[in-house]
């Protein structure tokens, strides 16, 4: 993956890799159960088979696209038809990359499979190898704030980093070479090595390779100064920077950040043969011993290496500062908002009395913060704090909350990528009471988009401006009836002017291809200035609205960004000193003054015309920080500051090499049919004695996920029956079109009777959007029977399905803090002929909730309530039954849970199942782990108790019987959990769970129960 947004896309493969195993081993288990628990296994299996259809369908794409195919000589690159240039571009790269690459790797694929998915304003990219080699590119252009925002060439520098991890992907010897040819691409070793060493190469090919990339980045050096500026590079450990969750700063870029630094001392000090020697040698290893190799070719280990690391960043941002100092650094406070870990992006109202800023707590979720002094000749600190707008918005209503800044977003909004995010920038009106404001909101399944809203302060209600526009950063202009914004596009910005008064948006001014406008602002009513970045520089320009002209300004400024109009003037940032600083524009615009000087770097500022005081968010080991710049700093700076070089300048000389245009094959419509043929099986072996049970398991779909399934099956030997399963999932119209089916067979142990499970379903679901984007209906057809033996039941019919979940938890958060989920379904089963057919009706309800208002920070309440109820008498094949565990941490699962009590322990037709939780903290270890694959995060516990109210029976393990509940009998339990957040092999995000139980029904109690085992997080 490119950014550090995410990096689930990143696991697909590994997670197809572990979800195939997992249900293949349920499979082989059910030997050992009795029929009651059988079902329980066969039920997961399918969970876990619809697992990876989720997780498949993270790339899904909208049906209304027409898709077009380019065949390249190593790339088959999939693309929208609309966007036949921007396929051109990219066509170019591609091959031109491989011309790069080959002199770092041995090993190429035939065939590399590109799709360019226009579906998210959220820029990434992601590649994997399963089922058969895919690079995924969302295209849309970085923005200014982003670790990745100074690229040069942005096709470029993505496709080499995500051809880099195919070509890591790729090497397979000896035993793996033999194994790979019999089982397919499932044998991938390298892919299960730690995630910094995989990104961090890629990081490197992406610099090496280019004119930019972020081992030249002023962003990356400044974040490597801030750790020296604050004396903490001891706080940085080797086990660590495989981490994506830790939510300390900087978040998930540690992989990126730190791996690419680890690879460049490896190239610096032993050459850059050891890109492709390390690659061979773990091709053909057994995955997470990774120190042989590295002593082989070194003699030394990652530890040392990494020591040597931290040495050479030591000394080389000591040097910078040194340089830096000799001009004394800004200093000033910081404002401090409750809990917000950091702090950025502010803006002071016209009538300076208010300043809204962007905070980000320990749960990386962004909220609008809003202060009001209590008078002008105050500064601004957090204690004025007057309410928040959390990110999910509801238009029309109320989102200001006037209390104490929480730092989460109550509404369970989704995780806030390091340093990008949802929110982009704040804005003022002239009229100081409302401001403007964009967010990145799920528009439907296919589209994540960028739209600009406005909240006012006196009726504290929100206001939607556009829906579906692409559209951030937005400005107003001096008069209040025009917004100036970024307009998004595949591969392009625009800028647009949004016209209050007629409630209309137009483009006014459109650059090239990977032309990059950010932050436009007015200058007057009439002009309009922002940054745009093209042809590896970025400068500011002025638009005219009348005219319709461009003119450059400042132009000796480099990076200039963030362009800002206050009483003073101009300002805006540039690197002109090597590092990034607010810069004062004289009335022409063509000479500035710095008015900060930091020794990491400065984005954003607001002037306080009433103090003479500049407040600028400047990066440190705390992310970015509002720091207060009094007048007696930024009116004695030099014109002319201190300069540094690139930290590895001389490891990365600048390069630039133009892409050579080629003459492009005609393209073809896209088809997903040669896409479909399996790529990869997974074999499966097991006995109990008796019998032995041999299978095999495969999975597949085609680039755009509009096909997907996956298959299983499994022979017995002492029946000589074979059982299978599979899924099949299709995406390719509105509605999410799923088929399932299973048949099972095998002797119940110890009893000698048959058994088989049938179990065939098809259905579809809809987006609700009226409702709800996280709401979905959907109908489907349900057969299934059981045989016992001669004793069979059976039954098919409609069946109407309704689903909501709106809750997420990231950062420190050991649970989803705010949200719920709520689920239905009513299947009615049809009467047939046959005394076989049994006719009744099911109906099916779960809900859940989560609460922490109120609760120690991170402590939350979590509520269940499920069950269901069949309108008939039915035999016990049809019967509900509960576990004693949870498989799921918060997934909505179809299992009614009653911990303490045996599996199976209760049995019935209706029924009523009740979960209780408080769940808290307890540490967050996060230590140094150095290359052991394993890495604890969090520690954490719950108090639980579980009910049931029950129309069936409970299994007697004294009298070995199953006896009648008579009358509205209540069973209830209450425990204590032990959690372990893990990450496992590198990759596997696990949690780990030991649990103690006590049943309160003294009748059917069995002492006092212990679980231990994994949860799927």
Request: proline letters at 6%; a negative charge; hydrophobic letters at 35%.
């Amino acid at each position: 993956m490119l950014s550090s947004f995410s990096f689930k896309p990143r696991l697909l493969a590994a997670h197809r890799y572990l979800s195939n195993l997992v249900s293949h081993a349920a499979i082989g288990l059910m030997k050992y159960f009795k029929c009651l628990h059988q079902r329980l296994f066969l039920t997961l299996a399918l969970l876990f088979f619809t697992n990876f259809i989720s997780l498949s369908s993270w790339g899904q794409v909208d049906p209304d696209i027409e898709w077009k195919t380019m065949s390249l000589p190593h790339f088959d690159l999939i693309y929208d038809a609309k966007h036949q240039d921007l396929a051109n571009l990219y066509a170019d790269r591609l091959e031109d990359n491989l011309s790069f690459l080959k002199n770092y790797f041995e090993f190429f694929p035939e065939r590399t499979t590109v799709v360019l998915n226009d579906r998210t304003d959220m820029t990434n990219g992601y590649a994997t190898p399963i089922p058969q080699q895919l690079i995924m590119v969302f295209p849309v252009l970085p923005g200014p704030h982003e670790t990745i925002s100074d690229y040069g060439d942005w096709a470029r520098e993505l496709t080499m980093h995500e051809y880099t991890h195919i070509l890591s992907f790729e090497p397979r010897r000896g035993w793996m070479a033999a194994l790979h040819a019999v089982f397919g691409n499932v044998i991938t070793p390298n892919i299960l090595l730690p995630r910094w060493w995989l990104e961090g190469i890629a990081v490197d090919m992406e610099t090496r390779n280019s004119p930019k990339g972020r081992l030249r980045s002023p962003y990356q050096d400044a974040s490597l100064r801030a750790y020296a500026i604050d004396d903490d590079f001891e706080s940085i450990k080797l086990g660590q920077i495989n981490e994506t969750s830790i939510y300390t700063w900087p978040q998930g870029a540690r992989p990126y950040l730190f791996g690419s630094l680890m690879w460049s001392e490896l190239i610096a000090n032993y050459g850059q043969k050891q890109i492709r020697e390390l690659h061979w040698r773990y091709g053909g290893r057994v995955p997470f011993f990774i120190e042989a190799p590295m002593r082989d070719q070194t003699d030394g280990t990652y530890q040392e290496l990494f020591d040597q690391m931290m040495g050479t960043l030591e000394k080389r941002t000591a040097h910078q500062l040194t340089q830096l100092k000799k001009t004394p650094l800004i200093q000033g406070p910081t404002l401090k908002i409750d809990e917000g870990m950091e702090n950025y992006y502010p803006s002071i109202s016209p009538d300076g009395k208010k300043m809204i800023l962007l905070s980000k707590g320990d749960a990386l979720k962004r909220a609008v913060i809003i202060l009001q002094r209590p008078s002008l000749q105050v500064p601004f600190e957090g204690r004025q704090t007057i309410g928040e707008i959390d990110q999910k918005i509801d238009e029309g209503l109320g989102a200001l909350n006037p209390r104490p800044f929480t730092g989460v977003d109550d509404s369970g909004a989704t995780e806030d990528g390091p340093p990008g995010g949802t929110i982009q920038r704040l804005a003022w009106f002239p009229d100081s009471h409302r401001f403007i404001f964009d967010k990145l909101d799920e528009l439907n399944r296919f589209h994540d988009t960028s739209d600009l809203y406005f909240y006012d302060l006196k009726t504290r209600k929100v206001e939607r401006l556009t829906h579906g526009e692409r559209a951030r950063e937005a400005s107003v202009s001096p008069s209040g009836g025009l917004v100036a914004y970024v307009k998004l596009d595949a591969g392009q910005t625009h800028l647009g002017i949004y016209n209050l008064t007629e409630k209309k948006a137009s483009v006014v001014y459109s650059p090239g291809l990977q032309g990059r406008i950010s932050w436009p602002t007015f200058f007057n009513e009439n002009e309009v200035l922002f940054s745009l970045r093209e042809k590896n520089e970025e400068k500011l320009y002025r638009w005219n609205l009348t005219t319709q002209k461009l003119d450059m300004v400042l132009g000796s400024f480099p990076d200039a960004r963030f362009p800002n109009m206050t009483s003073l003037g101009l300002t805006f940032t540039s690197t002109l000193n090597g590092t990034g600083n607010v810069y004062l524009a004289d009335a022409s615009l063509k000479s500035a003054m710095p008015i900060s000087h930091s020794g990491t770097m400065v984005t954003t500022s607001a002037f306080d015309s009433a103090r003479n005081e500049f407040y600028v968010s400047e990066l440190s080991t705390q992310g970015f920080q509002i720091r207060r710049v009094d007048k007696n700093q930024w009116q004695t700076l030099p014109k002319s500051l201190p300069a540094v070089e690139g930290l590895f300048a001389d490891r990365y000389p600048a390069q630039f090499r133009e892409v050579p245009v080629t003459q492009k094959p005609e393209a073809e419509d896209y088809s997903p049919w040669s896409y479909m043929w399996p790529q990869y099986w997974l074999p499966g072996v097991s006995s109990d004695g008796n019998s032995s049970q041999f299978g095999a398991a495969t999975s597949g779909s085609d680039p755009l996920g509009k096909h997907l399934y996956s298959l299983q099956a499994n022979y017995d030997d002492s029946i000589q029956e074979t059982s299978f399963n599979g899924a099949y999932l299709n995406n390719s119209t509105a509605a999410q079109i799923r088929a399932l089916g299973l048949d099972y067979r095998t002797n119940v142990v110890n009893s000698g009777t048959e058994f088989r499970e049938q179990f065939y379903s098809l259905d579809a679901s809809w987006q609700v959007l009226p409702v709800s984007t996280d709401f979905y209906a959907g109908l489907g057809w349900v057969w299934s029977a059981r045989t016992y033996t001669n004793t069979r039941r059976e039954q098919g019919g409609p069946a109407l399905l309704l689903n909501y979940q709106d809750f997420s938890m990231s950062g420190a958060q050991i649970s989803p803090e705010s949200g719920q989920s709520a689920s239905a379904r009513v299947i009615r089963y049809l009467p047939g002929d046959s005394a076989q057919i049994e006719d009744f009706h099911l109906y099916q309800l779960s809900m859940q909730k989560y609460f922490s208002r109120w609760l120690p920070r991170h402590h939350v309440i979590f509520l269940r309530a499920q069950g269901q109820f069949i309108d008939e008498d039915v035999s016990s094949a049809n019967n509900a039954f509960t576990i004693g565990y949870t498989p799921f941490a918060n997934t909505p699962s179809p299992f009614y849970i009653m911990r303490g009590y045996l599996n199976g322990q209760f049995l019935g037709k209706s029924l009523a199942n009740y979960t209780f939780e408080y769940r808290f903290p307890i540490l967050y270890p996060n230590g140094d782990a150095g290359t052991t694959p394993i890495f604890v995060k969090k520690v954490y516990g719950s108090l639980i108790a579980d009910g049931l109210n029950i129309d069936g029976s409970v299994y007697n393990s004294d009298h070995k019987v199953f006896e009648k509940i008579e009358g509205n009998k209540s069973f209830w339990s209450a425990g204590a959990e032990l959690k372990f957040d893990l990450t496992l092999g590198y990759q596997f995000p696990i949690t780990f769970f030991a649990g103690y139980y006590w049943p309160l029904d003294a009748r059917y109690q069995n002492g006092r129960q212990y679980a231990l085992g994994f949860q799927v997080q």
